[in-house]
């Protein structure tokens, strides 16, 4: 089982690669930013998982997940963060990642996961998975994600999509799909009506 670990800060990659290293048929190989990952594996034999660190440099979020995912014709990549929202775990999980694993996974946690993931399923940590799903007090806000609610906010404010996805740091293609989403959820066709409906329900 070939394994390549991608995250810039050396001793968090480090420790991954001693633990993992340390099963038995688990071969771990190092980068430290997306580049060097890149390069590894256009150049390298096929990898059963790659993990990405989500902040690491070269990064560009989902965008550059989704870059490795169509490398050579498919690869199984899956996220590691310290920092990333559940929001962003689920979008992940929806573009096809093998998986999502915060930092602050037990060691013997991340070894299951990671060979979970190798062999073919997806993997999320139910506990982080399911952590914020009380915070929202308003009936329409619990269901929508945070950043449904964000998008939705600047959309009620008028702004373009084009707004909406500089001020959250984000593409217009995923604004998009933020948009598709919450007409499910609003049950109406356009913007206008989602407006109408946040304001109805005295969302903001």
Known sequence: MRVLIADD?????????????????IETTPASSFEEACERIRNDETYNLVLLDYKMPGMRGLDSLREALAMKGGQRVALISGEATKDVAEQALALGAAGFVPKTLPAKSLVNAVRFMAMGEQYAPIAFMTAAEEEA??????RLTKRELEVLRGLSEGKSNKEIARDLDLTEPTIKLHMKTLYRKLEVNNRTQAAIVARDEGLF
């Open 137 to 142: 007090k308003h009936p329409l806000a619990e």
């Open 9 to 25: 800060h050396d001793l968090l990659r480090d420790t991954l690669i001693a633990f993992l290293g340390a099963e038995d048929g």
